[in-house]
């Protein structure tokens, strides 16, 4: 089955604790994304990678990190220093270009307790 | 700058009547526009998407897109509404000012009441 797996499906964190959200595609897709989803307010890009341990900043980067040592993994740490992490996190994935529609895991639910 | 507008927070459509889905952009030289739906505490299915051509386009589950160019929208259209075709609604548009990044609208919900 041919797909993007995103785990866990839920996930809590403590004040002050980094936690890593796993991405996983088996598209053979060489574009990943990572987007932070709050009510009302569509999709917000944290980071993206067009290649193989190359990655940029999205537009809300700030206490977040990534990396891309696998051109199958996205893994995206979210960090103390991410002031309001609860949120829905979405992982994508693409064929490089402009033409070409993501394809998306079934999203992490993060909160802080 | 880039943008994406969808200026209905919530659309409401009796099941078995016309449904559209609102949407307009702002993007420098040819945009690239895709639609995808989003069901509760899901990730998001791509619809249709369009590139160039026809400016009508045809997508999954009976859905459809109109590309108006010269009022910059590209509104999604179904003939007969479903009560299984309520869920979120997203707009998105790659152009060069984003280097091709998808820029999202903040979806609509749309609620088909039976």
């Known amino acids: 089955d041919g797909g993007i797996t995103q785990s866990p499906k839920y996930l809590f964190r403590k004040e002050g604790q980094n936690v890593t959200l796993s991405c996983e595609q088996n598209?053979?897709?060489?574009?990943m994304y990572w987007y932070r989803q709050d009510p009302g307010q569509g999709l917000r890009l944290i980071y993206y990678?067009?290649?193989?341990?190359?990655?940029q900043k999205g537009d809300i980067a700030e206490g977040y990190s990534v990396s891309r040592e696998k051109k199958e993994s996205f893994p995206l740490t979210v960090t103390s220093a991410q002031k309001n992490p609860t949120a829905f996190y979405l992982c994508?994935?693409?064929?490089?270009?402009?033409?070409?529609?993501?394809?998306f895991g079934q999203g992490t639910r993060l909160t802080v307790v | 700058a880039q943008s994406v507008a969808q200026p209905e927070d919530q659309v409401n459509v009796a099941e078995g009547n016309p449904l559209t889905v609102k949407c307009t952009y702002s993007?420098?030289?040819?945009?690239?526009l895709f639609w995808y739906v989003q069901y509760p505490n899901r990730g998001l299915q791509f619809l249709l998407k369009?590139?160039?051509?026809d400016n009508l386009v045809k997508g999954s589950y009976g859905f459809e897109a109109e590309f108006n160019k010269s009022q910059t929208s590209f509104h999604l259209k179904k003939p007969s509404a479903l009560v299984s075709d309520s869920a979120l609604y997203f707009c998105?548009?790659?152009?060069?000012?984003?280097?091709?990044?998808?820029?999202w609208g903040a979806g609509t919900k749309l609620i088909i009441k039976p």
């Open positions: 994508a994935s693409s064929i490089s270009g402009a033409l070409t529609e993501a394809f």
């Open positions: 598209l053979n897709h060489d574009a």
């Open positions: 990678s067009q290649i193989v341990n190359d990655f």
């Open positions: 993007v420098s030289g040819n945009p690239y």
């Open positions: 369009y590139i160039t051509g």
């Open positions: 998105a548009v790659r152009g060069m000012d984003s280097n091709y990044q998808l820029i």
